[in-house]
């Protein structure tokens, strides 16, 4: 019962995670991207200022442990002069009390140089530590100023990728029908190649009468020259001198 809830819950999961990446806008997820990558980029600097303030800090501790090295050894080294001196004056209480001193600085010395070797090792460790977090923050740095230049390239093909889905649901929308009130681009051609064909029809037939207009004019015009012929034959036939026919009066064509 348990596996079957919890595959169930996967799978409910699964689908939602899925719409949402579906929905979900590019440039909010890529901002959303590159401000993680920043956060962790700044994690890591603040982790290296970290290692590195301890290398300073084990340096500096070193360079006083030194110091001190050098100071006590000084004054050990002046107190047992002193403590022959003051044997040399018979003053046996004051050797002894240099004598004594003489001995707790060199207690000293030897707590300064065992703290020092430990300082040393644990600044070559340090030191190390520095050096690879220099590196991880360098190399950091250009993978997020690649992300950078990625991001800006992305940003240029998702401004492109929107243009060319509004430029295709626009072509879509001019080809397919957008309403019941809205005619679509091809029943529009079509109205306007059906009016251009009517009217080249009817600008052919006009063309044509005043054609046929013409042909009219041409033949009562020979039927006419035909006339005048055939009169003066029959004026010659008939013996009279040839004069000026009468002018037979020329038919008018039909109108169409």
Known sequence: MWKALKRRWKYFTARMAGRFEENADPKIQMEQAI?????????????????IANHKQTEIRLNRALSELERVNRNARQAIMMAEEAAGSDDTAKADSYTTAAEQLAGRLISLE???????????????????????VSQNSLSLQEKLSERQKLLGQLDQARMQEQMNEAMTTLSES????????????EKIESRYAKAKGAAELVEQGSSEGRMLEIEAAARNQEAKARLSQIREQLGFAASSPPEIPQSTPAKD
């Open 35 to 51: 401000t993680e990558a920043r956060e962790q980029h700044r994690r890591l600097k603040d982790q290296a200022a970290n290692v």
């Open 114 to 136: 065992d703290e020092i070797e430990g300082l040393k090792g644990l600044l070559f460790q340090t030191s190390e530590a520095a050096d690879q977090a220099k590196a991880a």
């Open 178 to 189: 957008v309403g019941e009130d809205v005619p679509t681009l091809a029943e529009v051609r």
